[in-house]
C-alpha cells in the first residue's frame, strides 16, 4: 500500500471509526481490586485490556454488507462479505473469532428507562436466562436522594422513578459506566443519564450475573450499519475479527490493500486531582515619577 493510501484510510478511520477506548494502566487506579475481580468474573475484562490497531477497510466493507438473519430456531446468523468471499458465522464462532463474553442475559436495548428492558428481553436458546427486577437494579447501582429538581425557569420536575441520572449512581461504579458507555454501547460525549442496558449491566457487574455481550454488540453493529450520521463502532473488535479470519482463510487470502493502522483515540486515565489556581499577585508597578 503507498504512503499516500495509507494516509486517506488513517483520514477515513478518524473520522468515521469508534476505534474502542483503551484503558491506561493508571484508569485501574479508579477501580477498586473487588471491581476488577467482578469484571473478570462476568468475562469483561475484555473491555479494559483490548488494544489492536485498525484496519479501516475491513470495518468499511464489514458494515456495508453487514446482515443479520435467524432462522425458525432463533440461532443468529452474521453474513458479510469481505474481499469477494462470503461469510455466514454463528453467534458462536464469532464469538471464538472475537473472544467475547457469550454467556447470560440476550437483550437490546437503546431506550433511557428500565421499564422498556422488559418489551426487548428475549429468550433465545440455549440463552436462556432471566430479567432481575427493576427494584433490584436501582437498588444495587445507585441511590436517589433527590426526587425533584428546579428547572432554570424555575419550574419543578419531577424525576423519573425508572430512570437513572449519571451523578446518583454509586460513586465506585462511576468509571465502569465510563468503560461501558464507551466501548460497549459506543456512546460519544458526555451524558446526564445513564441508558437502561448500561445500568443493566453493571447490575450485572455487581451481582455477578452473566451479560451476553456478544449478542448485545452484534446487534449494535446491525443498529449502526444504515446509520450515516453515526460513526461506526467496535474497530478494535472487528480489526481482531479481520486477523483470526486472516489466520484462518489460507484459500481466499486478503490483498494488500487490507492493512493496519495504528488507532487515533486516547486512552482512559485516572482523574488526575486538579491543580490549584496560580496565585494571582497584585501588580503594584513602579510609580511613574522617579
Not at 477515513?12 to 477501580?31: A, G
Not at 483490548?50 to 432462522?71: A, G, M, N, Q, W
Not at 465502569?176 to 460519544?188: D, G, H, K, Q, T
Amino acid at each position: 500500500m503507498s504512503n499516500a493510501l495509507r494516509d486517506v484510510y488513517r483520514a477515513l478511520e478518524s473520522r468515521y471509526v469508534h476505534e474502542w477506548i483503551t484503558i491506561d494502566p493508571s484508569f485501574y487506579n479508579d477501580l477498586s481490586v473487588d471491581l476488577v475481580a467482578k469484571f473478570k468474573a462476568i468475562g469483561f475484562d475484555c473491555l479494559p485490556s483490548l488494544d489492536e490497531h485498525i484496519c479501516p477497510r475491513f470495518i468499511f466493507e464489514f458494515y456495508k454488507t453487514f446482515k443479520l438473519e435467524r432462522d425458525s430456531n432463533n440461532p443468529l446468523s452474521i453474513k458479510f462479505i469481505i474481499n469477494n468471499h462470503h461469510f455466514n458465522l454463528s453467534l458462536a464462532q464469532f464469538v471464538e473469532l472475537t473472544y467475547l463474553p457469550n454467556q447470560g442475559i440476550c437483550i437490546y436495548s437503546d431506550a433511557w428507562s428500565l421499564d422498556e428492558l422488559e418489551k426487548t428481553f428475549e429468550q433465545i436458546k440455549p440463552y436462556n436466562s432471566r430479567l432481575p427486577a427493576l427494584d433490584d437494579i436501582r437498588n444495587l447501582i445507585h441511590r436517589r436522594t433527590v426526587h425533584e429538581k428546579v428547572d432554570k425557569e424555575g419550574n419543578t420536575i419531577h424525576k423519573l422513578p425508572n430512570q437513572i441520572e449519571t451523578n446518583e449512581l454509586f460513586e465506585h461504579l462511576r468509571p465502569c459506566e465510563l468503560v461501558i458507555r464507551e466501548n460497549v454501547y459506543s456512546a460519544i460525549g458526555n451524558r446526564d443519564h445513564t441508558q437502561a442496558v448500561i445500568a443493566l449491566m453493571l447490575y450485572c457487574l455487581q451481582s455477578g450475573q452473566p451479560f451476553n455481550l456478544a449478542y448485545f454488540i452484534i446487534r449494535r453493529m446491525y443498529f449502526f450499519r444504515d446509520r450515516r450520521d453515526k460513526v461506526l463502532p467496535y474497530g478494535m473488535i472487528l480489526t481482531r475479527l479481520f486477523k483470526n479470519l486472516k489466520a484462518n482463510m489460507s484459500q481466499h487470502p486478503f490483498d494488500a490493500c487490507y492493512k493496519l493502522v495504528p488507532r487515533k483515540m486516547s486512552s482512559l486515565k485516572a482523574k488526575q486531582p486538579k491543580k490549584p489556581p496560580p496565585k494571582r499577585t497584585r501588580n503594584v508597578g513602579k510609580s511613574k515619577h522617579t
